[in-house]
């Protein structure tokens, strides 16, 4: 099982992602990605998808048009993980 | 322009949805749709999406694995539609 990151981890690797920010009051990491229209923000959701099923990690996130709010954190290890952190990295990547 | 619901309209039209409530302090209406996993899930997201695009009309949604919350107003009306009404019907079919 994927163990929580120290603190010290979880700040280096945020450091190393685009956007990402801790949750407030809880262990968790978000970030919002602005697209064009809802076609591009739906297209980057179902990218995004693909990876999650396939990592068997999935995101929280919401859509409103062009805008995704996606909160990641690993339910079985009460925090964030490096799941979390591939995740984010791979929704960056799909986005840039 | 689509025209907000009259209070009878709307009562009458949730009263026609399977599982649709009011939001409160918003004119907006709600239901949660859950699913067996986030496959189902992300199915039922994506058949709903084309609708949405088709109608251009979009939903707000938040999901969660196997959960998928969704709200639905129409913004340049400042709140229930028939826009709305449809798009809940075929949510409602689409996860039938």
Same mark, same amino acid.
């Given at each position: 099982? !994927?163990?929580k990151l120290?603190?010290?981890?979880?700040s280096? !690797?945020l450091?190393?992602?685009?956007g990402w920010?801790?949750?407030?009051?809880r262990d968790?990491?978000?970030?919002?990605?602005?697209?064009r229209n809802?076609?591009? !923000?739906?297209?980057?959701?179902?990218?995004a998808?693909?990876?999650a099923?396939?990592?068997?990690?999935?995101?929280?996130w919401?859509?409103?048009?062009?805008?995704?709010?996606v909160t990641?954190?690993?339910h079985?290890?009460?925090?964030v993980?490096?799941?979390d952190?591939?995740?984010a990295?791979?929704m960056d990547e799909?986005?840039?």
């Open positions: 099982m !994927a163990a120290t603190p010290d981890k979880r280096a !690797a450091a190393s992602l685009h920010v801790e949750v407030d009051g968790a990491i978000t970030r919002v990605f602005k697209f809802f076609s591009e !923000a739906w297209g980057f959701m179902s990218r998808a693909l990876v099923e396939g990592m068997d990690h999935h995101p929280e919401t859509n409103v048009y062009s805008k995704v709010e990641l954190s690993t079985d290890a009460g925090g993980t490096e799941l952190i591939k995740l990295r791979a799909i986005a840039a």
